[in-house]
């Protein structure tokens, strides 16, 4: 539940998926007081026709584009906490894309995943190679460097 006040300026984007991702973090830094109740009020129905259980598309990376958001968020105004919870979003997230996609979309989602990595290590989130080997991997795929790293750990 949200006070109406906060949504005089924040608005759910049109036509992205996943639009809960572009605007609670938002809210949340917006609100002058946040209630928590360990009752739960809310339940959360999976349709199994829904968007969620359907095919990829290009649509899905709309996810990547609130992960984005909300680093660069996170950097501008310090909140490491933030930081660590939207890199780690992001490197899931992409990561589970990787074998749904199609493989022009690969490359792209490939590189996501490099990017939040490098982010991750940068600013000493604690998402670093050994806890994210399976990440590395899907983001550097060359079984010869991997093959390479397991003998002389390069990384």
Not at 75 to 90: H, N, P, V, Y
Not at 117 to 146: D, I, M, T, V
């Amino acid at each position: 539940l949200y006070d109406r006040a906060l949504f005089e300026t924040l608005r759910y984007p049109l036509g992205k998926l996943h639009e809960d991702e572009f605007t609670t973090y938002k809210a949340i830094f917006a609100a002058e007081k946040i209630g928590v109740t360990p009752v739960r009020l809310y339940a959360y129905y999976q349709n199994p026709n829904g968007i969620m259980n359907a095919q990829w598309s290009p649509k899905r990376m709309h996810m990547l584009e609130a992960f984005d958001q909300q680093i660069a968020f996170a950097q501008e105004t310090g909140r490491d906490r933030l930081l660590f919870k939207a890199l780690e979003g992001s490197i899931y997230s992409t990561y589970s894309q990787l074998e749904a996609a199609p493989k022009v979309f690969r490359k792209e989602l490939r590189r996501r995943l490099r990017r939040s990595l490098k982010l991750g290590r940068e600013g000493n989130c604690g998402l670093g190679y050994r806890q994210l080997s399976w990440a590395y991997e899907a983001a550097y795929p060359c079984k010869l460097l991997w093959w390479l790293n397991s003998k002389v750990r390069i990384l």
